[in-house]
């Protein structure tokens, strides 16, 4: 595989800022959704093509067929071959050009091939990194292959919003009382014990243990009296974060993994896995989720600056808000820039 170091056209990011992020792991599409029929994705402004081969593995490549610039998720897959829509110009999966229709005999020229990107499907995600510069940490999600778990793929959620402020809003747990408070926030329970933050290779941990009941309202009653809920937050740089909630009964796992679009538009996956009510119908749990989710969207797309302020001073911080001050350090630390456009 290869992979160009060139800031796509039209960047939103900052060079320097694009180039940090840019070799880190985002997922781009549901693994379901990558079939023999190409498929357009973005990622940091790229455009990428994602397809099968024959032998069922994904490719992703520029979604730029160099003969005349046509979009190659306009064309399809023809014996395992990528096929441009405008001239059938013919692709094999490693990005060689290996057929000139209109010049059949002629020989076919070197550039003429495409760039394309390192793949992993995992999680029921298909994941890109742009730059293959050595080897980053990649969010652990073992739960997921765990066949004591129950594997659910919520729908993804767009936002005209930054990714670094998505994530930070997933990680803070000072807002559930008031942005959660039609889901599962207790106006009445808005304190914020204060929980240990840990540093791991790719990040962090940030174990929260309070009364709050990650129970919908309606089945708060189902949480034993005295219950202590634990949420522990272990986030993977720079926009992924696993949450393991402790239930009653059993665990869940959710993994938050934020994929930016451009600098300010962001898709969301979130996939999830648990150990219980494994026999209960999901309608009721992906209808939860997609509120959560809605409710977070609807104050993140109105945050300001919409960038996430890497310079501490630029806002006022408290207690609670270690998990968040934790990640700009590492973000900072990365080399992004003071006030980031991602």
Known sequence: MTAIFTLPRDCTFSPSDWEVLAPFWYPVAFAHDVTDKPVGVRLLDERLVLYRAGDGGVIAAKDLCLHRGAPLSMGWVEDGELVCAYHGVRYTQDGQCVCIPAAPDAAIPKRLRLTTYPVREQYGLIWVRLVDNGPVPF???????????IQIIPDSVYLDAAAGRQIEGFLDVSHFAFVHKDSFGE??????????VTFTEGGFTADYVSSVSNLPHGYKHLSPPGFQWRRLFQAW?????KLSVTFPNGMLHILNAASPIS?????????LCRNFDKDAPLEETLAFNHQVFGEDKEIVEELWPEDLPINLADEVHIAGDKSSITYRKLLAKLGLGRSFTS
């Open 139 to 149: 969010p652990e999600f073992d739960a997921w292959d765990n066949p004591d778990y």
């Open 187 to 196: 106006r009445d329970n808005p304190e914020v014990p204060d929980y240990p």
């Open 237 to 241: 740089l720079p926009f992924t974060v």
């Open 263 to 271: 600098a300010r538009k962001t898709r969301v996956f979130s996939p």
